[in-house]
């Protein structure tokens, strides 16, 4: 349970990390901010899937139940990922974006 417990909040720290530089990016009008934006939700929603998951099973049957706050939270993920995109739809997002900027660059020169 330690184990599942540390992992859990290095995704949940290391989304968070994604997610304030792709807040800064936007507010400073950086080059690649759409970049950072797409890799902040797949990041997220990769985190927030998997620590969803895991919360329910360190949690046992408590985890989804109504007296826990668990579930609601996993569901507001998987909400989340339909409203705002699911991570593959930011994968090929940021590959649109990769491949997009190399070939604009190479009609350019």
């Known amino acids: 349970v330690q ?5 859990m909040y290095l995704e949940t720290e290391s989304a968070r990390s994604a997610v304030y530089y792709a807040a800064w990016a936007l507010e400073h009008h950086a080059p690649d901010a759409a970049a950072a934006v797409s890799i ?21 049957g408590m985890g989804f139940t109504w007296e826990n706050d668990l579930h609601l939270y996993y569901r507001r993920a998987k909400s989340s990922e339909t409203m705002f995109g699911d991570a593959t739809f930011h994968r090929e997002r940021l590959a649109r974006l990769t491949i997009d900027v190399e070939a604009l660059s190479a009609e350019r020169a």
């Not at 184990?3 to 992992?7: E, I, N």
């Not at 902040?40 to 046992?60: E, M, P």
């Open 40 to 60: 902040a939700k797949l990041y997220a929603s990769d985190a927030s899937r998997t620590v969803g998951n895991r919360g329910i099973q360190v949690h046992g």
């Open 3 to 7: 184990h599942q417990c540390a992992d």
